[in-house]
């Protein structure tokens, strides 16, 4: 009778423990993905996008994307290709999408269910087809939003750009917290008192933002090329004055298919890579992902089959 029992019970048991352990082999990730939840505290939401490390980091990255809100494909390539991304160490760095207000009725159901699924977008008081300001409205809301859990580093950049977190953290580790201003340099080789950080995407220390922030005076002066605009408030305020060039670690896309030849701004793909810029299609965005060995992790498989 003893005997009966204790097998009935396991009988009972084994189909759950068996869903268990499927559901374990299956969605490994999921795992990952709850603890990094854990670790992200209110302010930031994290997301399979996030890097997070596993080590105790020592430095902080926020990288917002501007994006527009209808650009759900190439928002899907972005949010995957940095997914893939190996979690650099020692640091954390999120990746979030910055949109404007959300008018269109299908972009406020679209966006809501990412925001849903992903929480990587921080959706700013704009208007998209505003022709200026967005960089300006951006740095000014990051102090506001993410007071509670300051980061180290502010960056901004573009959908058509990919930066290696890993490269971009590892770069920004020994600058100094403060008054600092990472990116590319241009016009390259130019006279320093008219250069500003290219728009292929750039970083400033925790302050600079916090100083865009509380500067209004900074919204008189919001007409024209807005990161070129951005290199000038800093020159007017004295702000940003450890300056870093990239160059050439930060670049515009180049292959051999291409028209035009490599300048000191653009050049073949290389392995030291913080970011490649021009990414505008998605053939380039293949052609760099392969680079990098992105697709490196995948395991031989009879249900696929992929040739690159
Ligand atoms: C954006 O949306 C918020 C909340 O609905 C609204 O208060 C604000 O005026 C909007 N901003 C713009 C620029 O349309
Ligand atoms: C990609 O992998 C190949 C083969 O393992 C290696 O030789 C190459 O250096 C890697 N590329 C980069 C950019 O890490």
Redo the contacts with the bound molecule.
């Keep these: 009778m003893m005997a009966m029992k204790k097998s009935f019970s396991l009988l009972f048991f084994l189909p759950f423990l068996l869903l268990a352990i499927i559901y374990f082999v299956i969605f490994p990730n999921e795992f990952r993905l709850q603890s990094s939840l854990a670790a992200c505290g209110d302010s930031a939401p994290a997301t399979a996008a996030d890097a997070v490390a596993k080590a105790a980091p020592d430095i902080r990255v926020l990288l917002g994307v501007l994006t527009r809100a209808d650009k759900y494909e190439r928002r899907a390539l972005v949010r995957l290709a940095y997914a893939l991304q190996p979690a650099p160490a020692r640091a954390v760095v999120h990746v979030r999408f910055v949109v404007c207000n959300l008018t269109a009725e299908e972009d406020a159901a679209l966006v809501g269910l990412e925001i849903a699924a992903y929480g990587d977008i921080i959706v700013l008081d704009c208007t998209e087809n505003m022709d200026n300001g967005k960089t300006y409205t951006y740095f000014s809301a990051v102090p506001r939003l993410f007071a509670g859990e300051p980061y180290d580093y502010v960056g901004k950049t573009d959908d058509d750009t990919y930066y290696r977190l890993g490269a971009l953290a590892d770069a920004l580790r020994d600058k100094p917290r403060r008054d600092a201003y990472y990116g590319f340099l241009t016009p390259c080789h130019a006279d320093p008192r008219t250069q500003y950080m290219s728009g292929m995407g750039y970083v400033v220390s925790w302050d600079v933002a916090a100083w865009v922030a509380a500067t209004p005076e900074l919204q008189n002066d919001l007409k024209g090329p807005e990161d070129k605009l951005f290199g000038r408030w800093l020159r007017w305020g004295g702000r940003g004055r450890n300056v870093f060039g990239a160059e050439p670690r930060m670049y515009d896309y180049l292959d051999g298919g291409m028209r035009h030849g490599p300048t000191c701004f653009r050049h073949l793909l290389q ?1 030291d890579t913080v970011a490649v810029h021009k990414l505008k299609d998605n053939l380039k965005w293949a052609r760099t992902l392969n ?3 992105a697709t ?1 992790g995948h395991k031989a498989s009879p249900l696929f089959h992929v040739d690159h």
């Design positions: 392995a680079f990098f060995n490196e």
